[in-house]
């Protein structure tokens, strides 16, 4: 659990610099409450699924499911 923070702007939090400009998610800042990023067991980002996508959605139990199979 994470207390407030900045995501975007000039004191954007060192987690979402990274998880926002990266060779995997590109270069875009979050748009909207609720995005979600998958982070594999060694710390990898493995992708980022924006806040339309319902945490419950078959992409991203399936994602997840695929991941913890590695």
Do not use: Q, Y
Not at 2 to 9: A, Q, R
Not at 24 to 32: A, E, L, P, Q, Y
Not at 55 to 61: F, G, T, V
Request: hydrophobic share 35%.
């Amino acid at each position: 659990m994470f207390d407030k923070i900045h995501v975007k702007g000039d004191e954007k939090a060192p987690l979402f610099d990274l998880l926002t400009d990266n060779s995997v998610t590109g270069k875009s800042s979050i748009k909207w409450n609720f995005e979600k990023f998958l982070i594999d067991k060694e710390g990898n980002i493995v992708t980022r699924f924006r806040s339309i996508t319902k945490p419950d959605s078959n992409k991203i139990i399936s994602t997840i499911e695929k991941e913890l199979c590695k």
